[in-house]
């Protein structure tokens, strides 16, 4: 099973990513992830950069894919998407069915993101047939259905691989609206790129003060951080062919090495990843709301 | 512009009907379509009923097949699909790509129409479903601003049909899995959003409590106007400050927007509701074909009836409403 390095969901300062990619070139992930998929307001980093980042990581022996934006709205995100698919060197995940578009005409192959909603053989073969290379689960799929699902691609021919969000906050929705710069009621025009202030996301609390979701500027992300490294043995057997970890301001260096323990059949009994604060989920995987933790009675 | 309303049941399909929708939108009595509660929706043989009534007077009929059929149930939403066909429905709603394909390909005569839950939001998008399952109309997304919108109907391949009133969804549609975090039960999978059977009231003595899969997402003082626990529409604290974080309880209410959206060349517009009552359906369906029927005979002066804003308003969550997106400034 391969592990990747999805991309990063929260706006950063340009020295961060160049931080986190620096480190990222060696871990023992095969495929990372780059750009910006949330706004196309943060602005920080260019293609160029990202193209910059890209060759590095795929000198270190990546597979480098860049990751488009999820919510097309403008004609000028529509011109973002345009250069990032004939970018000419690097695979596109397609998060949107614009994104699609424009690989397919420019038969180009690509990788389906997992807000393309691929619940089941019919729509994989849609997109397989017109050079879809690997596919993203949506997120909120249980497990047994991703089995019967894998069993039937199977079945028809379907051979490209897998793949699931395994760790990190789960992207759940995507808003005209910005809701950082609404709680620092900024118009979204005029949002003074506040985003940046927040490397993990804004918590959102219900009045009881229980972690509901995590605002990340349009976005809105599970307010628990989603976890299935005790299920890599698992979706091994089941066939999945990629373990997706959604990259964290800190600790990420420990939560790549958990997985790959995890991949190799060496997890510790004990958690090496208690120092995180964030809590743990893992629900949608046993076929229970998303927030629910199957561990939560151990921690 | 044609005007589409909902119908929950066989009554408010004959209301709406009546009242002068050109076009009614329903779904059958299981997770095939986007609006699955108790009690709502159709058998075959009311289907049938219904879209006779709806024939007889000249008016169309549209069926919404418009979740993602689920690993183990491909044949169930299949089935809605022959069964829409057979029934002589005018259109289906779909969404999910293999479902378009297969109604492209054994239904080739049956007009497709893209639902909202497909989320496309841009020209490109729009093409990706033409040219691949032959869309006759889209359904547009509620996040779009009216430039944006006037954009993708200049260059749009297909017709275009707007949500013109009724409940206010702020994320893009079909790609919002908020629903299931909490309850396990969301609009792709399902046909839900914040199940009602996941919803708890209590009365407590810091104030009347709403839950959604246990979780708290809203607390009224005395006098306060509780509203259903969507769970969107919750007070949430954020950094210590307790408010509407990601929307107050409001409708969305384009009437002012006619005159625009008829010179966009629009195709239609929506009135969202399948979960109303037929009474609900019948007012709101009389006051919006009052007003297209102004807006084509003088669309330079039209302006709506003040007594249309304040019945539509009464007939809103939370009593408020909002153009939404289509206003830059929402945003």
């Not at chain 1, 979706?235 to 790549?256: T, W, Y």
């Not at chain 2, 625009?260 to 969202?272: N, Q, T, Y």
Request: aromatic share 8%; proline share 5%; charged share 25%.
């Amino acid at each position: 099973m391969q592990l990747s390095l999805g991309p990063v969901l929260f706006y950063w300062t340009r020295e961060r990513y160049a931080d986190f990619y620096r480190d990222a070139a060696d871990w023992p992930v095969e495929i990372i992830y780059l750009g910006e998929t949330v706004c196309s307001r943060r602005r920080d980093m260019k293609l160029d950069d990202w193209l910059g980042i890209g060759r590095e990581l795929a000198q270190s022996g990546k597979q480098v894919v860049l990751s488009s934006q999820t919510l097309i709205e403008s004609e000028a995100d529509l011109r973002g998407l345009r250069k990032l698919c004939a970018n000419g060197e690097f695979l596109v995940e397609a998060n949107d069915q614009s994104a699609l578009q424009l690989l397919i005409e420019a038969n180009l192959p690509f990788i389906a993101g997992a807000s393309l909603n691929l619940y089941n053989p019919a729509a994989i073969g849609v997109l397989a047939k017109a050079g879809m290379q690997r596919w993203n689960a949506p997120v909120e799929m249980p497990r047994d259905d991703l089995a019967t699902l894998l069993d039937e691609c199977a079945r028809e021919g379907l051979e490209q691989p897998c793949e699931v969000f395994a760790y990190g906050h789960l992207p759940l929705a995507w808003s005209a609206r910005c809701f950082t710069a609404r709680r620092h009621q900024y118009p979204k025009d005029r949002c003074q790129f506040v985003c940046q202030q927040y490397p993990e996301g804004l918590a959102l609390r219900s009045q009881e003060a229980k972690g509901v979701f995590t605002l990340n500027g349009t976005q809105t992300l599970s307010g628990a951080c989603q976890d299935l490294r005790r299920e890599i043995p698992d979706m091994q057997s089941m066939g999945v062919g990629v373990a997706r970890l959604s990259p964290r301001a800190n600790a990420m260096a420990e939560v790549v090495h958990a997985f790959d323990q995890a991949r190799r059949g060496e997890l510790p009994p004990a958690d090496p990843l208690a120092l995180i604060e964030a809590e743990m989920c893992d629900g949608y995987w046993h076929g229970r709301p998303g927030m629910d933790n199957s561990h939560a009675t151990i921690s | 512009m044609e005007l589409v309303c909902p119908a929950g049941n066989l009554p408010a399909l004959k209301r709406a009907v009546d009242e002068g929708a050109d076009a009614v939108y329903f779904g059958f009595q299981n997770a095939t379509n986007a609006r699955q509660f108790a009690g709502l929706n159709f058998t075959d043989k009311r289907a049938r009923e219904g879209i006779a009534y709806a024939h007889s007077r000249g008016k169309r009929v549209f069926c919404a097949i418009n979740t993602y059929p689920q690993p183990a149930g491909w044949s169930q939403w299949t089935s809605a699909v022959d069964q829409a066909a057979d029934l002589g429905a005018d259109a289906v709603i779909m969404a999910d790509l293999g479902l378009l394909d297969y109604a492209a390909r054994r239904h080739p005569d049956l007009a497709r129409h893209l639902s909202v839950q497909g989320s496309a939001t841009s020209h490109e998008a729009l093409r990706f479903y033409h040219e691949h399952f032959g869309i006759k109309r889209a359904v547009l997304p509620r996040v779009l601003s009216m430039t944006q919108v006037r954009d993708l109907a200049r260059q749009s391949p297909v017709e275009l049909e707007v949500f013109a009133f009724g409940s206010l969804c702020i994320m893009a549609e079909g790609r919002c899995y908020l629903s299931s975090y909490l309850t396990g039960e969301s609009p792709n999978t399902r046909g839900v959003c914040s199940p009602a059977s996941h919803v708890r009231w209590e009365e407590t003595p810091q104030g009347l409590e709403s839950r959604l899969g246990g979780v708290l997402i809203d607390r009224y003082g005395e006098g306060e106007r509780a509203g259903y626990p969507t769970l969107c529409k919750g007070r949430f604290e954020v950094e210590g400050e307790t408010y509407h974080a990601i929307e107050e309880p409001t409708s969305l209410n384009t009437l002012d927007l006619l005159p625009e959206l008829k010179a966009l060349g629009i195709s239609a517009v929506k009135i969202e509701g399948r979960q109303r009552s037929p009474a609900y359906v019948s007012k709101v369906a009389g006051i919006w074909r009052q007003a297209l029927d102004r807006l084509d005979s003088n669309p330079e002066r039209f302006q709506p009836e003040p007594s249309w804003q304040a019945d539509l308003g009464e007939l809103s969550e939370g009593a408020t409403t909002t153009l939404g997106a289509y206003e830059r400034r929402w945003k």
